[in-house]
């Protein structure tokens, strides 16, 4: 059994971005130098060999020693390079995120996406969370995926996941309304349901500052609220979004968001996550 801390967590992602050196695609839209410049730096740190999968005329007329992949449809190419295994992993950069992630539903035959973020605190404190799709997390039964295949990837830092499960509201607040009420009654039900397996999880209701504390994967009540989460922290509350891995098990695919324009610990996290089970606890 792992650690349940993730206080390590980051120097073992670049313990093995390094090793592997994988070869990772990044989806490029209207590039500007800052992502350029993010995505060399990944290069040259070593992280990864980093293509840039874009408009080729428009990425060279703000200059690039990157390899290009020209097209004028990176939310198909990138997908595509991923399942004909030209490349090991893919970052979604600055790509379309609805045309890119039907995209790659579509061709890798995957019914749901399901996708955890890694984020970091102002602190300094790396966590797991999800949803963070809008349109993710909104059964009872995917919340409860979510979990399942998230303690699984979690586990493969040997990190020993903890989950904190978060509501609408506080347990006082029963009956002020009936949405509320609803994540109240799941957030029980999925913890009654996770602790059968095995799996150490506690009901935070809407404590998210206390969950934070003990637990190392935050389950949000639906994708909004989740993705809201996100942005709160990492675009105003001085933290950072590492990425958003799909939970595949054949395909390394990271999830970005457009704003904020720094793709290299994005990239690193994808080249880390290539051949995972082969560089599992024997990296530490």
Do not use: C, W
Not at 159 to 187: F, K, M, W, Y
Request: hydrophobic share 40%; proline share 3%; aromatic share 6%.
């Amino acid at each position: 059994m792992g650690s349940k801390s993730t206080e390590n967590l980051l120097g073992l992602i670049e313990k093995r971005a390094l090793k592997n050196r994988a070869r990772v695609a990044i989806g490029v839209r209207n590039p500007n130098p800052k992502m350029l410049k993010s995505a060399r730096d990944a290069h040259v740190a070593g992280y990864a060999h980093v293509m840039l999968v874009g408009n080729k005329k428009e990425i060279e007329e703000i200059g690039t020693d990157l390899e290009i992949v020209g097209t004028n449809d990176p939310e198909r190419t990138i997908g595509d390079l991923l399942k004909s295994r030209y490349v090991d992993a893919a970052v979604r950069g600055t790509a379309g995120a609805s045309q890119t992630l039907s995209h790659l539903k579509k061709i890798l035959n995957q019914e749901n996406l399901h996708r955890i973020a890694l984020l970091q605190t102002n602190e300094g404190t790396p966590f797991f969370i999800a949803p963070v799709g809008i349109d993710e997390g909104n059964e009872l039964a995917d919340k409860i995926d979510f979990i399942k295949l998230g303690v699984e990837y979690i586990r493969r830092f040997n990190i020993e996941p903890v989950v904190g499960i978060l509501s609408g509201g506080r347990l006082g607040d029963l009956g002020r309304n009936s949405r509320v009420d609803q994540t109240l009654a799941e957030g029980d039900f999925i913890v009654n349901r996770i602790r059968e397996q095995g799996i150490e999880a506690k009901h935070y209701t809407i404590l998210i500052e206390d969950a934070i504390k003990e637990a190392n994967f935050i389950l949000a009540p639906d994708g909004i609220s989740g993705n809201l989460i996100f942005r709160t922290l990492v675009f105003l509350g001085g933290g950072y979004g590492f990425g958003a891995p799909v939970l595949m098990d054949d395909y390394v695919f990271v999830d970005t968001s457009r704003v904020g324009g720094h793709y290299t610990k994005a990239i690193m996290l994808a080249s880390a996550l290539v051949d995972k089970e082969d560089t599992n606890t024997n990296d530490q």
